[in-house]
């Protein structure tokens, strides 16, 4: 069964700092690759998405993700948080073809001013 | 930018009741689906619906679930028999196509006593 794992569950960061997020999944064929983003009291809202191409994508607020096939990773990153980021990351895959959307566990960051 | 609505934000009920779960997804899109989040936990694919039936659903989606899209705005998830382990966040979705990025709704918090 697909799976989906985000290694990191609570992240605690000063503003400023840099940002990485783990995110892997299980499946072998074509996938499309999302990260989601939910702020405190509202709902998912989409950050940056791949689906073919340039495997590094740019998404809105600075964040960027890189997919490495070979490692079934798409890893999110920012290289300056703010305050703002503070929310609940979500990483998602979709296998090509299909309709069902895989979500990891989601990872909490705070960001402390 | 159109958004995708749920109705009502809480609902609490007692075990054993049926409860009725809206969404009115963006207005041109096609695909609807259903998702939820048990508190501290991962974001779970219930069934997705297209062209009027289910096109895919999840082992969670058992004989207490039903969807329908009564008229064409409106998306409805019914859990017929509600459980205490039904007690999460319910988030609805909608994509103009099957692979296009999903677009979330704010949820509906069940909590069942």
């Known amino acids: 069964a697909q799976s989906v794992s985000q290694h990191n569950h609570h992240v605690i960061l000063s503003e400023a700092a840099s940002l990485e997020l783990g995110c892997n999944y299980s499946y072998g064929g074509t996938v499309n690759l999302f990260w989601y983003v939910q702020y405190p009291g509202q709902h998912l809202q989409l950050l940056l998405k791949?689906?073919?191409?340039?495997?590094l994508v740019k998404g809105i607020k600075g964040f960027e993700a890189e997919f490495i096939k070979s490692k079934f990773s798409f890893n999110l990153r920012k290289p300056s948080v703010q305050w703002s980021d503070t929310a609940e990351y979500f990483c998602a895959v979709n296998h090509f073809g299909g309709n069902q959307f895989y979500f990891g566990t989601g990872t909490s960051l705070t960001v402390i001013p | 930018e159109p958004e995708v609505t749920q109705t009502p934000s809480h609902q609490v009920t007692q075990m054993g009741q049926e409860v009725i779960l809206r969404c009115v997804p963006i207005s041109n899109h096609l695909y609807f689906y259903w998702y939820r989040q048990i508190l501290g936990q991962k974001v779970e694919f219930l069934v997705s619906?297209?062209?009027?039936?289910?096109?895919?659903k999840s082992e969670i989606f058992d004989d207490q679930f039903s969807v329908e899209r009564p008229d064409g705005s409106n998306f409805t998830l019914k859990i017929r028999s509600t459980k205490l382990e039904d007690s999460a966040m319910y988030f609805c979705?909608?994509?103009?196509?099957?692979?296009?990025?999903?677009?979330f709704g704010p949820g509906t918090r069940l909590l069942v006593l």
């Open positions: 619906f297209y062209n009027n039936e289910i096109s895919e």
């Open positions: 979705a909608s994509t103009g196509t099957a692979q296009e990025t999903q677009y």
């Open positions: 791949y689906f073919s191409g340039d495997p």
